[in-house]
């Protein structure tokens, strides 16, 4: 068990409506990154946070949004949701954002019905 | 950009046969190399990891050899077991990028 915990564990939406996925990340760890996997795809990078401020961020539009609390757990915001926003949204936290041996350890994941 | 790319699946083996899953890679800089497995219904887990050229990582009864000189991070099992059925997600991570590229997946069916 990695101490990676994503809620909730799935979701259906209504395309135009807002969502709110949740990540505890693992004790000591100071780093989330998300993910996006679509399926039968990789997981695609979406932002990351380091210390409650945006740190990195992949090919994503500004409707994709996030935020870390000071106890470094997250959320990842989508507005105006769209039928290909239906995914796996994978949570991972890191002890160190950039260190070329650290290994994020990923959450269970939330899985995102845009209907 | 960077990039990792994975043999197609689905790859179906009889249990106790020998398993090869090819990934190549393209990176500007020197990347770390991961194999990430996939349950059905779970999130990532790490299956080995290689942080640098001629390094083997191995778990599991699972190995990977990191080969700078063909970009390859082949992973490979002598006896694959029906416990094995999964997706199987090659990466990499160079320093500084802060994410990590990965390949499609390939699904591995493992029959009894």
């Known amino acids: 068990e990695t101490g990676v915990t994503q809620s909730p564990t799935h979701l259906i939406k209504t395309r135009g409506q807002q969502v709110t996925l949740r990540c505890s990340s693992q004790?000591?760890?100071?780093?989330v990154s998300w993910y996006q996997q679509a399926l039968g795809q990789g997981p695609q990078f979406i932002f990351q946070y380091y210390r409650e401020e945006e740190n990195g961020r992949g090919n994503f539009p500004p409707r994709f949004s996030g935020l870390q609390f000071p106890n470094y757990s997250s959320e990842l915001n989508v507005n105006a949701l769209e039928l290909d926003d239906s995914a796996l949204y994978l949570c991972?936290?890191?002890?160190?954002?950039?260190?070329?041996?650290?290994?994020?350890?990923f959450g269970q994941g939330t899985r995102l019905t845009v209907v | 950009g960077d990039s990792v790319t994975q043999m197609e699946g689905p790859v179906t083996l009889s249990e106790e046969a020998f398993l090869t899953i090819n990934c190549t890679y393209t990176a500007t800089g020197y990347p770390s190399l991961f194999w990430y497995v996939q349950y059905p219904g779970e999130g990532l887990q790490l299956l080995l990891k290689?942080?640098?050229?001629?390094d083997k990582g191995s778990n599991k009864g699972f190995e990977a050899t990191y080969r700078k000189e063909t970009t390859s991070f082949h992973l490979e099992k002598g006896s694959v077991q029906v416990s094995d059925s999964a997706v199987y997600f090659c990466a990499l991570f160079t320093s500084g990028t802060y994410k990590y590229i990965f390949g499609t997946g390939t699904r591995l069916k493992v029959l009894a």
């Open positions: 004790s000591g760890h100071n780093t």
């Open positions: 290689a942080t640098k050229a001629d």
């Open positions: 991972a936290s890191s002890s160190n954002p950039g260190t070329l041996n650290t290994e994020a350890f």
